[in-house]
T-cell receptor, first 115, second 111 residues
């Protein structure tokens, strides 16, 4: 079974702190994704990566950056955390070329609270 | 991106079939139809996907209308563990694989 793990289930940080959210997948997937999920807004894509050292902006990249130095690891970075970044963060991975589309496997999520 | 419309919520009885509808009237010829579900306190989970033909797997069936403007996810015998939010998503076959989640249908299953 594919496993996508995230470094923390719950995290509390202060405004202005630099925050790292780590995601690791164990199935040699090419694509990795970071989403945030907020009540009433559903899941929104922040960034994704389809290869090592490659990244693409999603729908809401402002205030975030990402790093993918190794194929299995995709990190989301909040350079200076703000209260409006309090959210559930979900990482996902998928096998590769989207034709035919490959299913995304999600991690359990990290609930981040910024105070 | 083509959008989908789903009911906000549905109820079902345990061990009965459930039909979850999705409208996607602006679907294009290259859009795949995906279904995911999210159980409470978990990340979303892939259920099924299709392009034109009906699809079956161990979790569910996907019935796609002939004009592809709507589809129905069928759970053949609902269990309490099927209570979740179900998302119907269109994905452009030429895209990088990123999915756009809507608000989904919250399915409640009564014993």
């Amino acid at each position: 079974d594919v496993k996508v793990t995230q470094s923390s289930r719950y995290l509390v940080k202060r405004t202005g702190e630099k925050v790292f959210l780590e995601c690791v997948q164990d199935m040699d997937h090419e694509n990795m994704f970071w989403y945030r999920q907020d009540p009433g807004l559903g899941l929104r894509l922040i960034y994704f990566s389809y290869d090592v050292k490659m990244k693409e902006k999603g729908d809401i990249p402002e205030g975030y950056s990402v790093s993918r130095e190794k194929k299995e690891r995709f990190s989301l970075i909040l350079e200076s955390a703000s209260t409006n970044q309090t959210s559930m963060y979900l990482c996902a991975s998928s096998l590769g070329p989207p034709d035919p589309p490959s299913e995304q496997y999600f991690g359990p999520g990290t609930r981040l609270t910024v105070t | 991106d083509a959008k989908t419309t789903q009911p906000n919520s549905m109820e079902s009885n345990e061990e009965e079939p459930v039909h979850l509808p999705c409208n996607h009237s602006t679907i294009s010829g290259t859009d795949y139809i995906h279904w995911y579900r999210q159980l409470p306190s978990q990340g979303p989970e892939y259920v099924i996907h299709g392009l034109t033909s009906n699809v079956n797997n161990r979790m569910a069936s996907l019935a796609i209308a002939e004009d592809r403007k709507s589809s129905t996810l069928i759970l053949h015998r609902a269990t309490l563990r099927d209570a979740a939010v179900y998302y119907c998503i269109l994905e452009d076959g030429g895209s990088q694989g990123n999915l756009i989640f809507g608000k989904g249908t919250k399915l409640s299953v009564k014993p």
